[in-house]
């Protein structure tokens, strides 16, 4: 019996040795690919968070071939019936894991197409606020009022995505009622002069003012205008604010509903 033990560890001996062999330079192997990859992706245009996901992605790649490669110079298992195991447990995973390989899938789509960065502020048609954080399976968002969400990277990519803040310019839209009584052209040549005067609101594109709409008790005018996407909501509030004064101090009426009640004295006999 222990004549059969050397001869088995003398006949796998070489091979085991090989096996070694081939798991050091591996190693090595990898060591260098994922510098190379490092490099790579830092002289690219994606996002830091790809960054770390890419990696990860290479590294169990890496070495899960090199598992195969070792055990196949092992003569443990054959290389190909080490594949036909390890397809059918992708597939298994695969439907145990539906919802969450659709969310990894539309994390992937996220890192690649960058439809949004860490920093930018979004809308899913649902919640609004600044990205926070970019992971695998899901993206997190701080709303305005300090509140954290979590959603999953399958729905955003997979449906409608507002980028507020991905170009450097926005435009601001603006709406006001003035009474059909009031001068129109006086009232637009003061919007505009107040576009003017504020220095956030750049003089190209050219701000614009012009009649909306003709409403049952006003003339709704729009007012629009361009800013960096930073100042937005300083020239929002800033017009809002101020087009209401500058309309009082030139008798331009912004109208509103008014309710008279008349009370009726009934007398009894």
Same mark, same amino acid.
């Given at each position: 019996? *222990?004549?059969?033990?050397?001869?088995?560890?003398?006949?796998?001996?070489?091979?085991?040795?090989?096996?070694?062999?081939?798991?050091?330079?591996?190693?090595?192997?990898?060591? %260098? %690919?994922? =510098?190379?990859?490092?490099?790579?992706?830092?002289?690219?245009?994606?996002?830091?968070?790809?960054?770390?996901?890419?990696?990860?992605?290479?590294?169990?790649?890496?070495?899960?071939?090199?598992?195969?490669?070792?055990?196949?110079?092992?003569?443990?298992?054959?290389?190909?019936?080490?594949?036909?195991?390890?397809?059918?447990?992708?597939?298994?995973?695969?439907?145990?894991?539906?919802?969450?390989?659709?969310?990894?899938?539309?994390?992937?789509?996220?890192?690649?197409?960058?439809?949004?960065?860490?920093?930018?502020?979004?809308?899913?048609?649902?919640?609004?606020?600044?990205?926070?954080?970019?992971?695998?399976?899901?993206?997190?968002?701080?709303?305005?009022? #300090?509140?954290?969400?979590?959603?999953? #990277?399958?729905?955003?990519?997979?449906?409608?995505?507002?980028?507020?803040?991905?170009?450097?310019?926005?435009?601001?839209?603006?709406?006001?009622?003035?009474?059909?009584?009031?001068?129109?052209? =006086?009232?637009?040549?003061?919007?505009?002069?107040?576009? =003017?005067e504020f220095s956030p609101i750049l003089s190209e594109p050219e701000p614009f003012a012009g009649v909306a709409a003709q409403n049952e008790s006003s003339i709704a005018i729009d007012l629009k205008c361009w800013c960096k996407t930073e100042d937005y909501w300083t020239v929002k509030?800033?017009?809002?604010?101020?087009?209401?004064?500058? *309309?009082?101090?030139?008798?331009?009426?912004?109208?509103? #509903?008014? %309710?008279?009640?008349?009370?009726?004295?009934?007398?009894? #006999?």
């Open positions: 019996m *222990f004549e059969s033990i050397l001869d088995t560890v003398r006949s796998y001996g070489p091979k085991l040795t090989e096996a070694m062999i081939t798991f050091l330079i591996g190693i090595v192997l990898i060591k %260098v %690919v994922l =510098k190379l990859t490092k490099r790579w992706l830092k002289k690219g245009p994606m996002d830091e968070v790809t960054h770390v996901f890419m990696i990860n992605i290479v590294k169990i790649f890496l070495w899960v071939i090199l598992l195969i490669a070792v055990l196949g110079t092992a003569d443990i298992i054959k290389p190909a019936s080490m594949v036909a195991v390890l397809g059918a447990v992708g597939a298994a995973l695969a439907l145990a894991l539906k919802d969450s390989l659709a969310n990894f899938a539309g994390g992937i789509s996220i890192m690649f197409h960058q439809p949004f960065a860490k920093g930018d502020v979004i809308d899913d048609l649902t919640v609004t606020g600044i990205v926070d954080h970019i992971d695998l399976l899901y993206t997190t968002v701080m709303t305005y009022d #300090n509140k954290v969400v979590t959603i999953p #990277n399958g729905k955003l990519a997979n449906n409608t995505v507002i980028n507020y803040t991905k170009l450097d310019l926005r435009r601001v839209d603006c709406c006001f009622g003035i009474s059909y009584e009031s001068d129109i052209p =006086k009232a637009k040549e003061l919007m505009l002069l107040l576009c =003017k509030y800033y017009i809002e604010e101020n087009v209401k004064n500058v *309309f009082d101090k030139n008798d331009i009426i912004i109208p509103y #509903n008014r %309710v008279d009640v008349n009370i009726i004295k009934q007398t009894t #006999n």
